[in-house]
């Protein structure tokens, strides 16, 4: 029978390569910091359910978890290189100065047809001072994970990552992949440069990891187009309205109040 040693080596093996802390690599499995603790100590054994939450969780081989037989991970990976991805298409259109937007709503078009030329062309296209020479997308942001570097709704300026191994750790990126499209702070693990960790600025989202063979493009993100400063003078300016008319209210309430004292001789 075999030690816990070996079961706990390979448990922080996995959740090192994958750049997580305990509470991070625990809330994505679904379970607790506590629980992972004992394993990586080797004061619990890994149970079936734990085993299969964390393949599931991270394409974790069960085989390598239990008896350290195989690859780490489901599937095949190349060690520190990134694989050769299809080239991200520019617009065919006849200012080049125009940068195409992305809205919220036509996010699942643009997952099936990003490398489609004919569906790019039908994009709404801006120009963006600045933007003119390049590669650039606008993407409008879904979801608070972002918060407080970028609010929903707002839209950022985006570049092309044609060579992904030159993304620096901490990147702000737009990532698309067949399920969605997210806002992410991008982290590699050095020694598997194909596993890509996404890490939200809002401290309620939890951070995960992807395989590059899951994403489909990726764009850095160099500015933001934003209304959030607009909204916060109007709500500012609402709160004073407000203000001014309960100081009315008062006021007038202070003054039949002593008109009634004057009355009653008070």
């Not at 085989?63 to 990976?77: S, Y």
């Not at 990134?82 to 992305?102: F, M, N």
């Not at 990126?173 to 499209?181: C, L, Q």
């Amino acid at each position: 029978m075999k030690s816990n040693n070996f079961e706990k080596s390979r448990l922080t093996v996995l959740r090192e390569m994958l750049g997580l802390s305990q509470k991070d690599f625990a809330d994505n499995v679904g379970i607790t910091q506590g629980a992972l603790s004992q394993l990586e100590t080797g004061k619990s054994r890994l149970s079936l359910d734990s085993l299969q939450k964390i393949s599931l969780a991270f394409k974790a081989n069960c085989n390598w978890l239990v008896n350290g037989k195989g690859d780490i991970f489901m599937k095949e990976i190349t060690k520190n290189k990134v694989p050769v991805r299809q080239s991200i298409l520019t617009v065919d259109i006849e200012d080049t100065a125009l940068v195409p937007l992305v809205l919220e709503e036509a996010y699942a078009g643009y997952i099936n047809g990003c490398q489609d030329t004919d569906y790019l062309s039908t994009l709404d296209v801006y120009k963006i001072p600045g933007y003119e020479n390049g590669n650039y997308r606008l993407f409008e942001i879904n979801g608070d994970s972002m918060i407080p570097t970028i609010y929903p709704r707002e839209i950022v300026v985006s570049e092309c990552v044609e060579d992904w191994e030159n993304i620096e750790n901490g990147t702000l990126a737009i990532v698309i992949t067949e399920d969605g499209i997210v806002a992410k702070r991008t982290y590699f693990y050095e020694e598997d440069r194909n596993m890509l960790i996404l890490k939200s600025d809002n401290s309620s989202y939890k951070t995960y990891s992807i395989n590059l063979d899951d994403v489909r493009e990726i764009w850095t993100v160099r500015a933001k187009i934003t209304n959030v400063f607009a909204q916060e003078q109007t709500m500012d300016a609402g709160k004073l309205e407000t203000l001014e008319a309960d100081l009315k209210e008062l006021k007038a309430q202070m003054k039949s109040l002593n008109t009634h004292k004057r009355k009653n001789g008070n």
